[in-house]
T-cell receptor, first 112, second 115 residues
């Protein structure tokens, strides 16, 4: 069956460290993958897009990797700050119409 | 640039009642999405409009849910009658076009509680 899995446990890290979130998928051949951030009581906010032919994308303190052999994307936040605390969602663009299929999200808490 | 607007922000109803949600996308955005997000889960697409036409409603429970976007701008989503399992946040999102990989811009959502 088709599945998207993100870290099921909440991630707690110390300020200044690098946070690494995982998105694994099975039985999909995504054309691209997006990462979004969601704060409590708000809608998701787009962070980064990476396409199937790209290995890595960076934006400021954020880095995303995409390994279509391992069927995995890693999302890194370097020099993490308490303001980075939120839920992070990965979404695959797959199928004929490339519609987004969403993971459950990983909760990140950055402690001062 | 104004973002995606949704109303109401919160709604509490009893099961078997009906409810309607409203969404106004970013000006000029042709594509509009309605998602259902149950607590602790990712968004689930209910329906996608391009202008005033339906692109995908494969996961919309059509026996109780309906949606329209008559003039290709704002949209309403209705549930009639509501069930307990409809308790969720209903998110509206929009994109400028319909190209794959476009950033989706989300509204704040409507939190529905069915008692």
């Amino acid at each position: 069956s088709q599945k998207i899995e993100q870290n099921s446990e909440a991630l707690n890290i110390q300020e200044g460290k690098t946070a690494t979130l995982t998105c694994n998928y099975t039985n999909y051949s995504p054309a691209y993958l997006q990462w979004y951030r969601q704060d409590p009581g708000r809608g998701p906010v787009f962070l980064l897009l990476i396409r199937e032919n790209e290995k890595e994308k960076r934006k400021e303190r954020l880095k995303v990797t995409f390994d279509t052999t391992l069927k995995q994307s890693l999302f890194h936040i370097t020099a993490s700050q308490p303001a980075d605390s939120a839920t992070y969602l990965c979404a695959l663009g797959a199928g004929n119409n490339r519609k987004l299929i969403w993971g459950l999200g990983t909760s990140l808490a950055v402690n001062p | 640039e104004a973002g995606v607007a949704q109303s109401p922000r919160y709604k509490i109803i009893e099961k078997r009642q009906s409810v309607a949600f409203w969404c106004n996308p970013i000006s000029g955005h042709a594509t509009l999405y309605w998602y259902q997000q149950i607590l602790g889960q990712g968004p689930k697409l209910l329906i996608q409009f391009q202008n005033n036409g339906v692109v995908d409603d494969s996961q919309l429970p059509k026996d109780r849910f309906s949606a329209e976007r008559l003039k290709g701008v704002d949209s309403t989503l209705k549930i009639q009658p509501a069930k307990l399992e409809d308790s969720a946040v209903y998110l509206c999102a929009s994109t400028p076009g319909a190209r794959a990989g476009e950033t989706q811009y989300f509204g704040p959502g409507t939190r529905l509680l069915v008692l």
